[in-house]
């Protein structure tokens, strides 16, 4: 059992800042459901530290990372707790290099369903958005200026390894990024109360390629989105609910698009 310095202690724990995220392109992966992504993606590795219960219990997975060419090292339970992010550390902590695309890249690919996330700040109903996109088969997120940090460690451990599964770009402009889409022949939804019910919306419109304009939890999607956008959707509530939770909302949206895109091809 090797352990770590009190430098290399705080140089890793620095990384749940994100100042320290953007300084050097990393960003911490915590708990076990990640390994598995990580043995078929170890270009992304920088280094995995594990304890000894974690190593033992997840020998398979860290065999497979140490043949893949990743540097596993085993730490105190003491060391996992600082750093880590959770109350109760799950064992595993890796450092990875950040692998967000352009949105030029998103846009050139021919996506044929992408959630746009419009200053969405709480990064557990980012994490849960992305999930439902990367669940329902989405080609990319896309997450505003002033949306949360796609690499908070929060939203990184919300999306429950999807993370690495789905494309997203970020730190982009809203509008300039509904104008991308339409151009490259996407029809672009903005998700408001008084927009026009998505049962409404018959499958020829449904099946065609959509991106989903998802707003802020208090204030929703700004006036200039709503009308840059093709059209204004509302999920009808047939209960006594006031509204849909945000990543709720997200999940029906994406998955009524990923139904009717799937029953036309």
């Known amino acids: 059992m090797s352990d770590l310095g009190s430098a290399r202690i705080k140089e890793v724990a620095?990384?749940?800042q994100k100042d320290a995220r953007l300084e050097t392109g990393l960003?911490?992966?915590?708990?076990?459901?990640?390994?598995?992504?990580?043995?078929?993606?170890?270009e992304l590795v920088v280094e995995i530290f594990a304890t000894t219960s974690a190593l033992d219990r997840y020998s398979a997975e860290f065999g497979a990372l140490s043949a893949a060419g990743c540097n596993v090292v085993g730490v105190s339970e003491k060391t996992m707790e600082r750093i880590s992010d959770t109350?109760?550390?799950q064992g595993v902590v890796a450092v990875l290099r950040q692998f967000d695309?352009?949105?030029?890249?998103?846009v050139?690919?021919?996506?044929r369903l992408v959630a746009v996330l419009d200053r969405i700040q709480d990064p557990g109903n980012a994490g849960t958005v992305l999930r439902a996109a990367d669940a329902a088969g989405a080609?990319?997120?896309?997450?505003?200026?002033?949306s949360v940090d796609l690499y908070n460690p929060k939203l990184v451990r919300s999306t429950a390894g999807s993370l690495m599964h789905i494309p997203a770009a970020t730190e982009v402009d809203t509008l300039l990024t509904i104008a991308k889409l339409q151009a490259a022949g996407m029809q672009v939804f903005a998700t408001s109360g008084g927009g026009e019910p998505l049962t409404a919306l018959g499958s020829e419109v449904l099946s065609k390629p959509t991106a989903w304009v998802f707003g802020n939890e208090a204030s929703g999607v700004s006036r200039a989105i709503v009308d840059a956008c093709d059209k204004t959707v509302a999920i009808p509530i047939y209960g006594s609910a006031e509204s849909l939770n945000l990543s709720t909302a997200a999940a029906i949206c994406l998955y009524t698009s990923a139904f009717a895109q799937r029953a036309n091809h």
Request: avoid cysteine.
């Open 139 to 146: 080609d990319g997120v896309v997450l505003s200026k002033q």
């Open 87 to 89: 109350k109760t550390p």
């Open 101 to 106: 695309i352009e949105l030029d890249d998103l």
């Open 27 to 42: 960003f911490l992966l915590e708990g076990p459901q990640g390994l598995k992504e990580l043995v078929g993606s170890p």
């Open 108 to 111: 050139t690919s021919k996506p």
């Open 14 to 16: 620095r990384l749940h």
